[in-house]
């Protein structure tokens, strides 16, 4: 009898530790679902399943794109490309808790089109960006304040000093943001730029000039232990592709 209570408690044992360290994964697929406009969609790496969670059907976004942030309280941030009432993007959330999804910027061009890479939480304030729109046409950097639900223009990009950020926002400190644009400065072929979110200045760090920088970055900005921050470039450089 008491070798059975043993066995039995080895088991239960076993049963909550697994279930304590369970975790899934998420993520976005660009077309595909209901309508072919996206989905949201979960995978279970110890069953190998996937689910999806939402479906997008154009006015409520379209073509999701780039990362998802996960904040503290159960929410799920991204965006889509396309889609939305003027068919500029979306910002969207979806809840984790009750299964709920909810645009929260609709862009319409004046405040950016084209959601290129967002979802960077800094002292509760979403920053991201778009690849078109703004006062040039040339993108700009957002922010989404979710306590009043109000989106603001952080800068605007002006080709000269970038153009399609789609490389995102990288948060080093409190008055340094980095990222970099596929299209624009001096060559024509992106920049690495630095922004301060307390100012709102932007400063070109690179301008990418193809022969030895390459040009026309790909995703985001790394840092590394030893204090330098890396990223893609994807055409270009001595090989035909550049690392910086």
Known sequence: MKKIALVLFILTSSLFILKAQRYY???????????????????DPFTGKDSVLFNFNGLNGSEPARDLYLSQNGLLYGGCEFGGSKNKGVLFSYNLNNGRENTLVD??????????????????????????GGAYNDGIIFSYNPNNNKDSVVFNFNDTDGSAAYGGLFVLNDTSFFGMTEYGG?????????????????????????????GWTQGGLIKAPNGLLYGMTGEFGPGGGSII
């Not at 084209?114 to 778009?130: C, E, R, V």
């Not at 200045?201 to 390459?214: A, D, Y």
């Open 25 to 43: 994964l998420y993520g976005e697929a660009s077309a595909g679902g209901h309508g072919g406009d996206g989905v949201l969609f979960r995978f």
């Open 107 to 132: 862009f319409s061009d004046s405040n950016g089109s084209n959601f290129a890479w967002g979802s960077t939480l800094y002292k509760g304030i979403l920053y991201g960006t778009t690849a078109l």
């Open 186 to 214: 001096t060559n024509n072929v992106g920049v690495l730029y630095s922004l301060n979110p307390l100012t709102s200045k932007e400063k070109v760090l690179i301008n990418f000039n193809k022969s030895t920088t390459g």
